[in-house]
């Protein structure tokens, strides 16, 4: 059974970054994509990327290009996700997440519990 | 503004049925599966119903999906005060090529 466990709350500068952990159980990281949502205080969820299988790529949603970076350390089974030039509206709870699916995913579980990542002066 | 378009708040009686909308296009739902979460206070996303209209083990069969054209509906029926949560549809954008989610619905049972 596939578990994903997420690093702990983060407070950072605007202007600073933030790398957010996942670490899965139950299987290898080499056989799960992970993707990555957030949801900003009392808003819905946003999805921010992952690995597109038939590219064989990480793929972005388009608002994070640039600033988002994904990646993996497949000798601990942890995902990363680092969001640089950090400002307030980025202020929200990271989730990780993966699929079952081979190819492009059309449903994500289990999910991490969240990371709380909240960026103030 | 979300791509997918679901109520902001359905409401219902414990015992009755509510159904809550999803309504996308044809780069969207039309021509992808459409999976639901139900998110508790305070608590992760968790998968109820994916591929339009399978169940997950678990999940109770007073759940049900389906998906029409460019709109998906999920339906619960014997309400219980449990059920009071956020709903969110989600699916694979192909203009976008990126996962959407639904706005999401806030349901209360009354």
């Known amino acids: 059974q596939v578990q994903l466990v997420q690093s702990g709350a983060e407070v950072k500068k605007p202007g600073a970054s933030v790398k957010v952990s996942c670490k899965v159980s139950?299987?290898?990281?080499?056989?799960?994509?992970i993707y990555w949502v957030r949801q900003a205080p009392g808003k819905g969820l946003e999805w921010m990327g992952g690995?597109?299988?038939?590219?064989?790529?990480?793929i972005y949603a388009q608002k994070f290009q640039g600033r988002v970076t994904t990646t993996e350390d497949t000798s601990t089974d942890t995902a990363y996700m680092e969001v640089n030039s950090l400002r307030s509206e980025d202020t929200a709870v990271y989730y990780c997440t993966t699929t079952g699916v081979e190819g492009r995913p059309t449903w994500f579980a289990p999910w991490g519990q969240g990371t709380l990542v909240t960026v103030s002066s | 503004q979300s791509v997918l378009t679901q109520p902001p708040s359905v409401s219902a009686a414990p015992g009755q049925k509510v159904t809550i909308s999803c309504s996308g296009s044809?780069?969207?739902?039309?021509?992808?599966?459409v999976s639901w979460y139900q998110q508790l206070p305070g608590t992760a996303p968790k998968l109820l119903m994916y591929e339009n209209d399978k169940r997950p083990s678990g999940i109770p069969d007073r759940l049900s999906g389906s998906k029409s054209g460019t709109s998906a509906t999920l339906g619960i029926t014997g309400l219980q005060t449990g059920d009071e949560a956020d709903y969110y549809c989600?699916?694979?954008?192909?203009?976008?090529?990126?996962?959407?989610f639904g706005g999401g619905t806030n349901l209360t049972v009354l």
């Open positions: 690995f597109d299988p038939e590219d064989g790529e990480i």
């Open positions: 139950g299987y290898s990281l080499t056989e799960l994509p």
């Open positions: 989600g699916t694979w954008d192909s203009s976008l090529s990126a996962w959407v």
């Open positions: 044809s780069s969207n739902v039309g021509n992808n599966y």
